[in-house]
């Protein structure tokens, strides 16, 4: 059966304080102050519930109610609970204190390049006795060893220094050195160290000057002229990659592109000196001044394929270039791209597939 509600009275602050004054005459003192806490305690609530500034969880903690409930302090224990090490139906024994840390959210697994550091037991070897007193067995090498995880840090690109002996004759004073190690390579910059300059730079927007402030910090010095050589020198070695990349491009069925913009000092600096030589006539103002880098991402059944074009050029301009290296036995490529002009290959046969996202921005069917 349900109980009643309570009969509530609505007694101001005011009455409720004489009330008190009233009982202060008739409990002894120690009553009294059981009485004076419940009766601010309720103040409170009552107030606090008013302007809104308590919610169920705090009010649980006021009342003394425990944050969390425990398996451990509801249900009895067990019989042979909390009595040192106790035997596991696997024979394993089960051992007194805290348990171990967890390994965060990527296990050891997942760290594909990590060093992996053998490490031997300095006092077993196979069939030696069991260590501990109570057993009679042999100790034997698993195949599979533990996995310990350690995390150090060093920069982004470190620096080996070679010292080979150097001897000299003291008749013909000729200095020989010794030869190197075929570790050490040829050249200063390996080529790891370039590609490592080329992901922060392109693929995680590290700019030169702050690389550079970066490994100085560090004690590896990388001038920003350094990098900007190497990578130079890369592209030129990399540039056969790119066109066949733009060939393989050419031949998928599927290709998006569209613009942003984009600053090349280079550039501003030949508009700006274009313009000046040229005047400031109304031919020159309709003048293509905008610097752009055209994304193109070409789809096929087994692959996919991202180019970046940055100049002068429109999206569609690039989009023609790409597609002058199809081969003329294929059908016409789907284009996928917004209703922007500037993305249309041209005089380019394509299928044209606008993008939904923008068709409602264009057509009349929607503003009607």
Same mark, same amino acid.
């Not at 380019?348 to 009349?364: A, D, G, I």
């Given at each position: ?62 009342? !003394? ?36 840390? !967890? ?11 990590? +060093? ?40 982004p690109l470190k620096a ?18 010794? +030869?190197? #190690? ?30 550079? +402030?970066? +490994? ?6 990388? #001038? ?15 540039? #056969? ?17 569209d613009d942003t913009g ?82 249309? #290959? ?13 068709y409602p921005r264009v ?6």
């Amino acid at each position: 059966m349900k109980n009643p509600d309570p009969e509530t009275l609505n007694l101001t602050n005011e009455e409720l304080m004489a009330w008190r004054d009233r009982l202060r005459l008739v409990l002894t003192t120690e009553d009294f102050n059981i009485l004076h806490s419940l009766l601010t305690t309720y103040l409170y609530i009552r107030q606090a519930l008013s302007a809104a500034r308590v919610s169920i969880a705090r009010l649980k903690r006021l009342f !003394g109610a425990p944050r969390t409930e425990k398996k451990e302090d509801v249900l009895p224990k067990a019989p042979d609970q909390g009595q040192g090490n106790t035997d596991t139906p696997g024979g394993r024994k089960k051992k007194d204190g805290p348990k171990p840390k !967890g390994h965060g959210k990527n296990g050891v697994a997942a760290y594909l390049a990590a +060093q992996r550091v053998p490490v031997c037991h300095e006092n077993f070897y196979p069939g030696c006795p069991c260590p501990d007193e109570n057993c009679d067995g042999k100790v034997y090498r698993l195949k599979v060893p533990g996995k310990v995880l350690r995390i150090t840090g060093q920069s982004p690109l470190k620096a080996t220094v070679y010292e080979p002996e150097r001897w000299r004759c003291n008749l013909c004073e000729e200095i020989f050195w010794a +030869q190197l #190690p075929v570790a050490a390579g040829e050249d200063k910059y390996d080529a790891s160290a370039v590609a490592m300059i080329a992901i922060l730079h392109f693929a995680n927007g590290f700019a030169f000057h702050r690389l550079e +402030q970066h +490994q100085a910090s560090l004690g590896i010095p990388l #001038p920003a002229s350094d990098q900007s050589e190497n990578l130079s020198a890369a592209y030129q070695k990399l540039l #056969p990659v790119f066109k066949e990349l733009i060939r393989c491009a050419a031949q998928c069925e599927i290709l998006h592109n569209d613009d942003t913009g984009m600053k090349i000092l280079d550039l501003l600096v030949l508009i700006k000196k274009s313009r000046d030589s040229e005047g400031s006539s109304s031919k020159n103002k309709k003048k293509r001044t905008g610097i752009h880098t055209t994304g193109i991402v070409a789809i096929a059944v087994a692959y996919q394929i991202a180019l970046y074009f940055t100049g002068r050029k429109h999206a569609g301009e690039n989009l023609a270039d790409v597609l002058q290296h199809r081969d003329t036995s294929l059908p016409a490529p789907i284009h996928m791209s917004d209703g922007l002009d500037h993305n249309a #290959p041209g005089n380019v046969r394509v299928k044209s597939s606008k993008c939904l996202t923008h068709y409602p921005r264009v057509s009349p069917f929607f503003h009607s």
